[in-house]
Nanobody, 115 residues
Framework: QVQLVESGGGLVQPGGSLRVSCTASRSIFSFYAMGWYRQAPGKQRELVALITSGGSTNYAESVKGRFTISRDNAKNTVFLQMNSLKPEDTAVYRC?????????WGQGTQVTVSS
């Protein structure tokens, strides 16, 4: 069984910053790719950012220039740094990873952007 656990969510003011973390129960070298999805009430799930085992990254157009995905291999952790946050960024953020065609999911962490 592969476990993914998110942390770091919370309440932040518009224009502020927040970093969420995803820690895996095994080496992140095992994953073909890892990423972050988000889902807000009344909206479809959206892929926010992705990082491959080779280190390449991709972002949703709505977060380009504001969000950065990165990793710490020694800690089996993937991060999502969120800057210049907007109220529309409010959502549950979930970590996902793919190994041999199988997808694994964390339980999610709430990010709320509000004054």
């Amino acid at each position: 069984q592969v476990q993914l656990v998110e942390s770091g969510g919370g309440l932040v003011q518009p224009g502020g910053s927040l970093r969420v973390s995803c820690t895996a129960s095994r080496s992140i070298f095992s994953f073909y790719a890892m990423g972050w999805y988000r889902q807000a009430p009344g909206k479809q799930r959206e892929l926010v950012a992705l990082i491959t085992s080779g280190g390449s990254t991709n972002y949703a157009e709505s977060v380009k220039g504001r969000f950065t995905i990165s990793r710490d291999n020694a800690k089996n952790t993937v991060f999502l740094q969120m800057n210049s946050l907007k109220p529309e960024d409010t959502a549950v953020y979930r970590c996902t990873g793919t190994i041999d065609g199988n997808d694994y999911w964390g339980q999610g962490t709430q990010v709320t952007v509000s004054s």
